[in-house]
């Protein structure tokens, strides 16, 4: 999404390129007939499949149908396919946010790119509603040095959002009950209200606060709560065997999934990540894919 494309993704493919590998792109394995699981286990020695985990978490509620929400890969891709291929001339492709009011489900990373791009867009307002409570602004008692601190903090699409509206777009403890449209269709709001936590015998549940429903304003929504694991079409054909995330079971150091000569390696067997990850496993999965083609293996 951030990285940039031409001085560092497109050097690094031109590099791997010039030690000898094809890139063959637009092949959607699973889906196209020329490239079955089938024809690549016949045709190869070892497989690696890294495809990512973007299958996104949907929102199934009255008036989801409404024209005007989508998940926010769709969106997020759409851009950036847009902006390479238009060289970043400044147009906005024809799903963007340019005027609307834009309404960006999730709180998380994924959700705070929908911000900035709509923001990037032109778009009318933003706003980004979250289930979960704001993190606290220190470390709680049981979140100690050296875990991750999950405290509060404004990333760069809130820090832009404040700048242009006056403060953090991001709302807390939000549900949404239903989708608004109008006669055509077309989405017109959303109506949402607070929740509190409540715990159900072991099990924390929303609970409506009574009195807090109300209708926003949005022509336009993006769905940002979370990655439910890989795209299944790849996962299907090969056969491969799952974890309980649904995500390709294969060991992290091993990579090797329940098929001899197919490994999987990066968010689709770990789930969505991090680039830093994404690296690691791909290095990993490189060293036990020449361990199994030659027996032995020089790299790291
Ligand atoms: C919106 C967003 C923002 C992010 N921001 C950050 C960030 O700021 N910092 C960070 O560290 N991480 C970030 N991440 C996470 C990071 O992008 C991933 O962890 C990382 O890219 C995973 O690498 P990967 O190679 O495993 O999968 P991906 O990078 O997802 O690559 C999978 C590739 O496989 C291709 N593919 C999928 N299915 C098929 C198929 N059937 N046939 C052929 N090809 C296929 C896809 O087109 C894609 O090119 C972000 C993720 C998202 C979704």
């Known amino acids: 999404m951030k990285l940039d494309k031409e001085e560092v993704v497109q050097r690094r493919v031109d590099l791997m390129a010039a030690e000898g590998i094809t890139f063959k792109t637009k092949v959607n394995i699973g889906q196209d007939s020329e490239w079955t699981a089938e024809k690549l286990r016949k045709d190869f020695d070892a497989i690696v499949l890294c495809c990512g985990a973007t299958l996104g978490r949907d929102l199934v509620t009255e008036g989801r149908d409404a024209k005007?929400?989508?998940?926010?890969?769709?969106?997020?891709?759409?851009?950036?396919?847009?902006?390479?291929?238009?060289?970043?001339?400044?147009?906005?492709?024809?799903?963007?946010?340019?005027?609307?009011?834009?309404?960006?489900?999730?709180?998380?990373?994924?959700?705070?790119?929908?911000?900035?791009?709509?923001?990037?867009?032109?778009?009318?307002?933003?706003?980004?509603?979250?289930?979960?409570?704001?993190?606290?602004?220190?470390?709680?008692?049981?979140?100690?040095?050296?875990?991750?601190?999950?405290?509060?903090?404004?990333?760069?699409?809130?820090?832009?959002?404040?700048?242009?509206?006056?403060?953090?777009?991001?709302?807390?403890?939000?549900?949404?009950?239903?989708?608004?449209?109008?006669?055509?269709?077309?989405?017109?709001?959303?109506?949402?209200?607070?929740?509190?936590?409540?715990?159900?015998?072991?099990?924390?549940?929303?609970?409506?606060?009574?009195?807090?429903?109300?209708?926003?304003?949005?022509?336009?929504?993006?769905?940002?709560?979370?990655?439910?694991?890989?795209?299944?079409?790849?996962?299907?054909?090969?056969?491969?065997?799952?974890?309980a995330r649904s995500n390709v079971k294969a060991d992290h150091g091993k990579f090797t999934t329940n098929l001899p000569g197919v490994f999987a390696a990066g968010d689709m067997r770990r789930g969505q990540s991090l680039v830093v990850w994404a690296i690691n496993e791909g290095r990993g999965a490189a060293r036990e894919c020449d361990k199994y083609l030659m027996g032995v293996t020089n790299l790291p």
């Open 68 to 243: 005007g929400i989508y998940l926010a890969m769709e969106f997020l891709t759409a851009n950036t396919s847009y902006q390479l291929d238009h060289h970043f001339d400044g147009t906005i492709p024809a799903l963007n946010a340019k005027g609307k009011d834009v309404v960006v489900i999730g709180g998380g990373d994924t959700g705070t790119d929908c911000v900035g791009t709509s923001l990037r867009h032109g778009c009318k307002s933003v706003i980004q509603l979250e289930i979960m409570p704001m993190p606290p602004m220190e470390r709680a008692a049981n979140n100690p040095w050296p875990e991750w601190p999950k405290v509060y903090k404004m990333d760069y699409g809130q820090e832009e959002a404040a700048a242009l509206q006056g403060a953090d777009p991001r709302q807390y403890l939000v549900n949404t009950k239903r989708f608004l449209k109008d006669e055509v269709g077309n989405l017109t709001g959303l109506e949402i209200c607070n929740i509190e936590w409540v715990n159900d015998n072991g099990r924390f549940s929303p609970k409506e606060v009574e009195g807090s429903a109300r209708v926003i304003p949005a022509q336009l929504v993006l769905l940002a709560m979370g990655f439910m694991g890989p795209e299944q079409e790849v996962v299907k054909q090969f056969e491969l065997e799952t974890d």
